[in-house]
């Protein structure tokens, strides 16, 4: 089996024990935030929705604009520990929560939370690129947040089902799995991500601003629509939220199902082809969404957008895994994340202003732009600068 994995199988049994950590912290903040605080917020703590909706902006807020910083708490104090203070965190923060009777404790609570959290992502990436096999870089960065985020959607459904009809149960439900996850935590205590021996080899620091075009377009061009694909849907293409979800599901298992052989791909023959002509394909099928396409062609463009999904993820993390210098690696990572999430917090509101000024078509057409851009952006770039 183990000829198969793209992480080396020393410290497998330390890194497995850290996705399924961050996973479960994922599913427990997702069961929170969108799956308990809507019941349990009105019902216990006699709080709104502008209230409890505003503690996810400021925990979201608080995470990404510290994960510069976060990763390099995860590389020079321990990763082991920073995943323990997060677990620690995250169960006081909803030991606390029936007592957060006003909005700015309910805030507090979740900025503390998400600060806590910044280390995660920085941390769980860099160890996936230290341990991977050599040439197989590109899976393990993709494979590695394919294991993670499942579990975002498993809290939301799971915790939700429970909180409808009884949210008291859901919190206790919830500060169970925490308490696990602290115990998990607390058994990797000691682990310090592995530091490369090798001499420390020049590095020009401004080559990093080529990353950040990919970084903030990756999330920003799909964030333009997703505070309102359900009503384009229902009023552009005439579809209900089940075939949309139908939609969805073909683009998103056919992404993941692709994963393997187009992540093998990109290790093999480099990443610029696949990190190009993804962008390209997610391109084409905004575009074309954009005008009303027919039962039949939604089919399809589903099934090139998780194409499209599928030869970027890969693309993409060989392209960082190559590229990004080894001092710092967390830290450096931990920036290119932040604005990965000043994309996901801008876009929603870039595109209701957009749809607002020039109708509800104008957001995808935007987003397309902005995937059409990037391909251009890179394919000119690795032609120039011939990176491999």
Request: charged share 10%; glycine share 12%; aromatic share 12%.
């Amino acid at each position: 089996m183990f000829r198969f994995l793209p992480w080396a199988k020393e410290g497998l049994s330390v890194f497995l024990r850290l996705v399924l950590a961050v996973g479960l912290m994922e599913g427990v903040r997702s069961g929170f935030f969108a799956g308990l605080l809507p019941f349990y917020a009105p019902e216990h703590l006699g709080l709104g929705p502008a209230t409890f909706t505003l503690a996810f902006t400021f925990h979201q807020l608080s995470e990404n604009l510290s994960k510069t910083f976060g990763g390099l708490l995860a590389e020079r104090v321990g990763f082991g520990r920073a995943v323990s203070l997060a677990g620690l965190i995250g169960f006081l923060t909803l030991l606390l929560t029936p007592m957060a009777h006003a909005g700015w404790v309910l805030w507090g609570l979740a900025v503390l939370w998400g600060l806590s959290m910044s280390t995660l992502y920085p941390g769980l990436m860099t160890l996936a690129s230290r341990i991977a096999v050599p040439g197989r870089e590109a899976r393990a960065l993709s494979f590695t947040l394919t294991l993670v985020m499942p579990w975002v959607g498993i809290g939301l459904v799971g915790v939700g089902q429970v909180a409808q009809k009884d949210s008291q149960s859901a919190l206790s439900l919830l500060i169970l799995a925490q308490g696990l996850v602290l115990l998990l935590a607390l058994s990797l205590f000691s682990f310090r991500i592995p530091i490369p021996k090798a001499a420390r080899e020049p590095y020009s620091f401004h080559r990093l601003l080529l990353f950040l075009p990919a970084a903030f377009g990756q999330t920003f061009a799909p964030a333009l629509v997703s505070l309102f694909i359900l009503r384009f849907a229902k009023e552009e293409l005439a579809l209900e939220p089940i075939a949309l979800g139908g939609l969805l599901l073909l683009g998103g298992g056919l992404a993941f199902g692709l994963l393997p052989f187009t992540g093998r791909q990109v290790d093999r023959r480099g990443y610029r082809f696949a990190l190009v002509s993804g962008l390209l394909l997610l391109a084409l099928v905004m575009a074309r969404l954009a005008f009303t396409p027919s039962p039949w062609e939604l089919l399809w463009l589903a099934a090139l957008g998780g194409l499209g999904f599928s030869l970027f993820l890969p693309g993409w993390n060989g392209f960082l895994a190559k590229n990004l210098p080894q001092e710092n690696r967390a830290a450096i990572w931990g920036g290119l994340m932040t604005v990965e999430g000043l994309g996901v917090a801008l876009g929603p509101a870039v595109g209701g202003l957009l749809w607002e000024v020039f109708g509800i078509r104008a957001p995808l057409l935007a987003g397309s732009a902005i995937f059409l851009a990037l391909s251009l952006f890179y394919a000119a770039l690795f032609w120039r600068m011939r990176w491999n």
